[in-house]
T-cell receptor, first 114, second 113 residues
Framework: DGGITQSPKYLFRKEGQNVTLSCEQNLNHDAMYWYRQDPGQGLRLIYYSQIVNDFQKGDIAEGYSVSREKKESFPLTVTSAQKNPTAFYLC?????????????FGDGTRLSIL | KQEVTQIPAALSVPEGENLVLNCSFTDSAIYNLQWFRQDPGKGLTSLLLIQSSQREQTSGRLNASLDKSSGRSTLYIAASQPGDSATYLCAVMGSSNTGKLIFGQGTTLQVKP
C-alpha cells in the first residue's frame, strides 16, 4: 500500500543528545514537510522540501535539521539546541509543493525527554 | 501574519444531530483552505480542499464552505455518528507557492450514542 511511514512511534531523548526521526514515502511525491504539534494546538511547520537536495526553513526551524538526499526520504534531526523538544512530530508529503495539492500525513512520532 | 482560529475548542452532541464547525482566518489572500480529521495519537486525514475560487466542496455527509471576503469557513457534518468523534483541523495555504499550511488549533468533537 502507498503511504507515509514514520518511525519510531515513540522516542526518548536524553539531555545533550541528538535524535533522528525517520520519514519515508512511497507515493512518488516531490514535496515533503515536517510539522510539530503541541497539546491542544494546531501544527507548526518546521522544515519543508519541494525537491530532492533542496529544503527550506519553516516557522520554527531553530534546533532542528533535515536532509533530502532521496525523493522518498526526509529525516528530521532534533538537536540538543532544541530546548523544548517534547511534542508530536508529523511528516507529510504532496505531489508537488504547489497550491491546491492536498498533503498526506504519516502517523507521527511522539518525542519525550528522559 | 496569517492566523487561523477554530471555535469551539470542543463540542459534544448526540448521535444523529447535524453540526457546524467554524474556522476563521485573518488574511483573505489564500490559495486554498483544507479540512483535516485527526484521531487520537494519529496523523491527519485530508477531508476536503476548497480552492480560493470555490465556494464549497462536498464529500458524503461533509460539506465545507468558504467565504474569503469575511475570512470564514464552515464544516457541516450531517447526521453525525459516533465514528465521527475526532479532532477536526482547518488549515489555509497562503500566497506563497510553497505548499505551506497555517493550521488552527482544532475542534474536538464527541458524538454520543
Amino acid at each position: 500500500d502507498g503511504g507515509i511511514t514514520q518511525s519510531p512511534k515513540y522516542l526518548f531523548r536524553k539531555e545533550g543528545q541528538n535524535v533522528t526521526l525517520s520519514c519515508e514515502q512511497n507515493l512518488n511525491h516531490d514535496a515533503m514537510y515536517w510539522y510539530r504539534q503541541d497539546p491542544g494546538q494546531g501544527l507548526r511547520l518546521i522544515y519543508y522540501s519541494q525537491i530532492v537536495n533542496d529544503f527550506q526553513k519553516g516557522d520554527i526551524a531553530e534546533g532542528y535539521s533535515v536532509s533530502r538526499e532521496k525523493k522518498e526520504s526526509f529525516p528530521l534531526t532534533v538537536t540538543s539546541a532544541q530546548k523544548n523538544p517534547t511534542a508530536f512530530y508529523l511528516c507529510a508529503s504532496s505531489i508537488t509543493g504547489g497550491r491546491n495539492q492536498p498533503q498526506h500525513f504519516g502517523d507521527g512520532t511522539r518525542l519525550s525527554i528522559l | 501574519k496569517q492566523e487561523v482560529t477554530q471555535i469551539p475548542a470542543a463540542l459534544s452532541v448526540p448521535e444523529g444531530e447535524n453540526l457546524v464547525l467554524n474556522c476563521s482566518f485573518t488574511d483573505s489572500a489564500i490559495y486554498n483552505l483544507q479540512w483535516f480529521r485527526q484521531d487520537p495519537g494519529k496523523g491527519l486525514t485530508s477531508l476536503l480542499l476548497i480552492q480560493s475560487s470555490q465556494r464549497e466542496q462536498t464529500s458524503g455527509r461533509l460539506n465545507a464552505s468558504l467565504d474569503k471576503s469575511s475570512g470564514r469557513s464552515t464544516l457541516y457534518i450531517a447526521a453525525s455518528q459516533p465514528g465521527d468523534s475526532a479532532t477536526y483541523l482547518c488549515a489555509v495555504m497562503g500566497s506563497s507557492n510553497t505548499g505551506k499550511l497555517i493550521f488552527g488549533q482544532g475542534t474536538t468533537l464527541q458524538v454520543k450514542p
